[in-house]
């Protein structure tokens, strides 16, 4: 991060980590603005995630993405839920590593499957991929670039925001 940058706190992890209910609560909690990069996606695409992928594949909503990414180093301080296929492109992963401090929330393929298993906004739950094999094939993208790692693991959203907002305070970002 320069000083330059505008310093979000940014979630990422695996579909059904939480990311979305964590990082409203802490929108709430530090009176900062709350973005999300799929609803960003879906906004300047004008469609679904679920028709993104049908149309486009998931090249197509991974550079479309990546344009979201970008656009956030002019935006003001926030706090940033991102998709989960965020870390996939190498490219993205320096990029975040840039945007702001990075909290990763971790969680297995078994409760990320019982979370949200069934969401036509996640067509890759349902592809050729079993979800725990792309847990595995994520996780050393997650845990590289994270500079907090919360386990979400039985643990309630308010449980984990709280968690969240004391490391954030510990590494005085808040
Ligand atoms: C994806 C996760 C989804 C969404 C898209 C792809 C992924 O977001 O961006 O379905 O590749 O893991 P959530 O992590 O919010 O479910």
Same mark, same amino acid.
């Given at each position: 991060?320069?000083s330059?940058?505008?310093?979000h706190?940014?979630?990422?992890?695996?579909?059904?980590?939480?990311?979305?209910?964590?990082?409203?609560?802490?929108?709430?909690?530090t009176?900062?603005?709350?973005?999300?990069?799929d609803?960003?996606?879906v906004?300047?695409?004008?469609?679904?995630?679920a028709?993104?992928?049908?149309?486009?594949?998931?090249?197509?909503?991974?550079?479309?993405?990546?344009?979201?990414?970008?656009?956030?180093?002019?935006?003001?301080?926030?706090?940033?839920?991102?998709? #989960?296929?965020v870390? &996939?492109?190498?490219?993205?992963?320096?990029? !975040?590593? *840039? =945007?702001?401090? +990075?909290?990763y929330?971790?969680?297995?393929?078994?409760?990320s499957?019982?979370?949200?298993?069934?969401?036509?906004?996640?067509?890759?739950?349902r592809?050729?991929?079993?979800?725990?094999?792309?847990?595995?094939?994520?996780?050393?993208?997650?845990?590289?670039?994270?500079?907090?790692?919360?386990d979400?693991s039985?643990? #309630?959203?308010?449980q &984990?925001?709280?968690?969240?907002?004391?490391? !954030?305070? *510990? =590494?005085?970002? +808040?």
């Amino acid at each position: 991060m320069d000083s330059t940058s505008p310093a979000h706190i940014i979630l990422i992890g695996f579909m059904g980590s939480g990311k979305s209910s964590v990082a409203r609560m802490l929108a709430a909690k530090t009176g900062l603005r709350l973005l999300e990069t799929d609803e960003l996606v879906v906004r300047e695409a004008g469609c679904s995630v679920a028709d993104i992928f049908a149309k486009e594949g998931e090249d197509g909503f991974r550079s479309r993405e990546r344009a979201v990414l970008k656009a956030l180093s002019s935006q003001e301080q926030s706090v940033v839920s991102c998709g #989960g296929g965020v870390v &996939v492109r190498a490219q993205n992963r320096s990029l !975040l590593a *840039e =945007l702001g401090t +990075i909290v990763y929330l971790e969680v297995s393929a078994e409760e990320s499957l019982a979370r949200v298993g069934q969401d036509d906004n996640r067509p890759l739950l349902r592809g050729s991929i079993a979800p725990h094999q792309l847990l595995e094939q994520r996780r050393g993208w997650y845990e590289e670039i994270a500079d907090i790692r919360v386990d979400t693991s039985a643990k #309630g959203v308010a449980q &984990v925001a709280d968690e969240v907002y004391q490391r !954030l305070s *510990e =590494l005085k970002v +808040i």
